[in-house]
């Protein structure tokens, strides 16, 4: 369960750690509490799994990195073995369950073609995959979401 802290911490560092050499510490003042509860709050949040992951967002395309969106057909019954070996790929950002025919979807960022054709001809071989759609990215539209927790 999330506390009026927890939330006031979670719309923090969506947008705004500090680029100091003790980050927490800043957060904590602007929260009214100490380093040690932020740091303690923030390890809670991710071992709960509201948080993920802690780090910054780069244009990735200026970075020299390519970006494809995947859809995948997958047997029912083979999906959280699909879902389990796509996660396990480092570039894979987001993997998420949907309705229909393409029952898988995942995001993917590669340092160039040749390391996303690696990847996407490694997944379209799982067992259980019935087709693999490559959607390549053409156009940015956002760079980033925010989540407002009241």
Do not use: C
């Amino acid at each position: 369960m999330l506390n009026d802290f927890d939330k006031q911490l979670l719309n923090i560092i969506q947008s705004d750690i500090p680029l100091v050499s003790r980050p927490f510490a800043v957060l904590a003042e602007r929260l009214g509490a100490d380093e040690a509860t932020v740091i303690e709050r923030l390890r809670f949040l991710r071992e709960n799994g509201f948080i993920r992951r802690i780090g910054p967002f780069f244009d990735s395309a200026r970075l020299g990195y390519v970006s494809t969106l995947v859809a995948l057909a997958v047997e029912p019954d083979d999906l959280p073995a699909v879902a389990a070996a796509v996660n396990a790929y480092p570039g894979v950002t987001h993997n998420y369950e949907r309705e229909g025919a393409y029952n898988l979807w995942f995001a993917l960022l590669s340092p160039n073609m040749a390391a996303q054709e690696r990847v996407l001809a490694a997944v379209g071989g799982l067992p259980g995959i019935k087709r693999l759609l490559n959607l390549p990215a053409t156009k940015k539209f956002k760079v980033n979401v925010r989540f407002t927790l009241e």
